[in-house]
């Protein structure tokens, strides 16, 4: 009963994010066919604009997809380990590539007291996985094997590589978009619009003006459901390190010990904090922002790890206390 259900869990979380990802193809589609054709009046120049832009948008992403691991590490301040510095640590990490069929990650600690964890790198034979000093300090081993099962799932499902994927398309838009309003501004607009007043183009007129609506929203539309995506992608690993681990109570622990500890991780940022465990921004921070969250819910990720063991559902108590926290 218990592996349907992980298993129907893992089925609808890709399903979602492929969708997801459909979403922000099609969001381009139209934004690009919208300014082609407003700026050229003809279907052909509409996608040479929108094949332009998701070309730069690879260029960009390109870069970060060969070496931004080695970028987050590096600001993360997270330090190599092996055996002889970390040998229980070690030790987790490699039953769990055991499980997970992967090969074995480079190891990485994160001086901080703070609990928390991310996985890095673009394919399972160029991972990371680094871990703060917090985390080994304040978790057991089972829930510590739930944190690194999760961390080896976003490895396993190449969350990094279907990220960037995502990331490109979301960047192409908005590339796509800041040009478009630029040329609108310094007087291109004007000039096409001269040119229609003098020879007709209706069509284009009306083309011109959704392609202003669409430059406009099409990014922050498009920004929600990458960040829509990312949650996703943080169900999907939770089902997975219960694949992996068969223990959803060591990861429920895990979940509700980081959630309640109020320390900071100084080190995250809005650029990183879509790679941690669990958001590392606590909502009592200035830069927290709900409307823009990485991750779900703790109370939502618990109480799914929840119905695969038939447990109820988190006390009111309890989800208005996480709820005031994460």
Known sequence: MAEQTFYAQQSANRRNSVLLALIVVALLAVLGFAIGYALTGDPVGAAITTGIAVFVGFLVSIGSYFGGDKLVLAASGAKPVDETTAPQLINVVREMTIAANVPM?????IDD???????????????????TTGLLQKLDREELQGVIGHELAHVRNLDIRFSLLVGVMVGSIALLSDFFLRFTFWGGGGRRSRDRDGGGGGLQAIMF????VLAILAPIAARLVQLAVSRQREYLADASS???????????RALAKIATDQEVLEVANRATQH???????????????????THPAIVDRINRLRVLTGERPLDPGDVAALADLT
Do not use: W
């Not at 990650?105 to 600690?109: D, I, R």
């Not at 703070?114 to 680094?130: E, I, L, M, Q």
């Open 105 to 109: 990650p480079n190891v990485y600690l």
């Open 113 to 131: 007291t703070a609990p928390n964890a991310f996985a890095t790198g673009r394919d399972p034979k160029h991972a990371s996985v680094a871990i």
């Open 209 to 212: 003006v959704l392609a202003i």
């Open 242 to 252: 219960v694949e992996l681990t068969r223990n959803p109570a060591g990861l429920e």
């Open 275 to 293: 790679l941690y465990f669990t958001n590392p921004i606590k909502k009592f921070e200035d830069r927290s922002s709900s409307m823009f969250a």
